[in-house]
């Protein structure tokens, strides 16, 4: 019950640092519209295989830039602040939370843009909604742990694509092999294949708790 | 020669290995003809890649839950002789591909778009990729605790991520590989004759044991160049 407590309290802070440090929001937005902006000058109209291949990219670098930041903000002095009063578990995953919730904000919003600017091939739109929420979620889990990895090495952004984009092809596979069926009436979403990225959300999550406290120690 | 019979074990092996596989009879698959004889080469870098990485694994595991130094340079050296692993499996893997599936009317670059979607060149390049990784994230830390804490924490996370997506991989791509989706090909007892599983099985240990070996040597190579920059 202390430790939700505490999770609580740990997003609420992320929370209220977004809200007074307005400029990195707004520069993600900034981000999403002219990368979705710049995609809509070069190519109008794409073929629907085309239109999946280029969202999906577009949803991992977003959340690179989204993600990026949770741990890379964080001050020296302000870890070792948060290592005397909080557990590293409760600190891992209120991070966790409050970036998951983030990317699934954003990614919505660049599906929005996205089917705006480049034209609307999908006929199953609330099936497509789901699995953009899921890609998202997917996506900042893995980037969220990266970044605390990338952090510690005190390293930029730059690394995290290098550490991550191997270890999330496959999930990038499965979601855009997913994605491809919500094109046409026939087709539907394998349900186990929809298991399956939840299980590997659900994996990154324990290696993330448990691997974080070796993180942690300086 | 302290415990050196593993290692005596090693070059008898290989040696058997270069001998028999190339001397044995094969069956004659119309496709495949003598090429098959690369199955003691080619397949047997990937048992070994998988091996050290496995080692490294581990290593990094040790060094988290003991702290002692020697388990980080294990493990990176482990993850280095498993690239070069991967390499020569690349290497072999693409004489065997040139001879079986390129397209004759094509040129070998021209065909390669087609080739490279193969889930196992994919899930191989997963790897590869990863242990680079992981060696451009050491090199970027000066810290020599920080280092191995670090890079062993990805290492397992890494390692962790990479055997789901060699599972799942081959179930979204056709494959030209056999096996395919039904299984490990390689430890069907069906298939390959009873002549090539006398080298084949061997050979897979001869190699493992030189990686192996390999690796000890660099070890302790670096243990001993540490040991002079404390002096």
């Known amino acids: 019950m202390k430790s939700v407590q505490h999770i609580y309290t740990l997003i609420k802070k992320d929370l209220l640092l977004e809200v007074r440090q307005q400029y990195s929001f707004y520069g993600i937005l900034l981000y999403i519209m002219a990368t979705i902006f710049v995609l809509y000058m070069t190519i109008q109209e794409p073929e629907t295989k085309v239109w999946n291949g280029l969202f999906w990219v577009i949803q991992l670098f977003i959340c690179i830039n989204a993600v990026a930041k949770s741990f890379l903000q964080e001050t020296r002095g302000r870890m070792l602040y948060f290592y005397s009063i909080v557990n590293p578990r409760d600190f891992v995953l209120a991070k966790l939370v409050f970036n998951s919730v983030l990317m699934l904000l954003m990614s919505f919003l660049s599906l929005f843009l996205f089917s705006l600017f480049l034209g609307n091939p999908i006929k199953k739109l609330p099936q497509f909604i789901g699995l953009v929420l899921l890609g998202g979620w997917s996506l900042s889990l893995v980037f969220t742990f990266l970044s605390a990895i990338a952090a510690k090495a005190q390293q930029n952004a730059a690394i995290m694509a290098i550490l991550g984009f191997p270890i999330i092809i496959p999930q990038l596979m499965l979601l855009m092999q997913l994605a491809n069926t919500v094109f046409s009436d026939k087709t539907a979403i394998a349900a186990s294949t929809l298991l399956l990225i939840v299980m590997l959300d659900v994996l990154v999550i324990m290696l993330a708790v448990i691997l974080f406290p070796f993180l942690w120690k300086e | ?231």
Request: glycine residues 6%; hydrophobic residues 50%.
């Open chain 2, 1 to 231: 020669m302290h415990k050196s019979w593993w290692k005596i074990l090693a070059v008898v092996l290989l040696v058997y290995t270069f001998i028999a596989g190339i001397l044995i009879e094969v069956p004659r698959n119309p496709q495949l003809q003598e090429t098959i004889r690369n199955l003691f080469f080619h397949v047997c870098m990937w048992f070994g890649m998988m091996i050290l990485f496995i080692i490294s694994f581990v290593q990094a595991i040790t060094y988290l839950r003991t702290g002692k130094h020697i388990h980080d340079i294990a493990s990176r050296q482990y993850a280095g002789v498993g690239i070069l692993f991967g390499l020569l499996g690349y290497i072999t893997g693409a004489i065997w591909m040139s001879y079986t599936w390129i397209d004759s009317n094509k040129s070998f670059y021209d065909s390669f778009d087609s080739i490279a979607r193969e889930p196992k060149l994919i899930g191989a390049a997963i790897a590869l990729l990863i242990y680079a990784a992981y060696l451009v994230l050491r090199d970027s830390i000066t810290d020599m605790d920080k280092k191995a804490r670090i890079s062993a924490v990805y290492n397992i996370f890494a390692f962790a991520m990479l055997f789901p997506s060699i599972w799942i991989i081959p179930r979204l791509l056709p494959s030209l590989h056999p096996g395919g989706s039904e299984g490990n090909p390689a430890l069907d007892f069906k298939d390959a004759s009873m002549n090539m599983r006398l080298v084949f099985y061997p050979a897979i240990a001869g190699w493992t044991l030189i990686g192996v070996w390999i690796a000890t040597l660099k070890i302790r190579l670096k243990l001993i160049n540490e040991q002079r920059l404390m002096q």
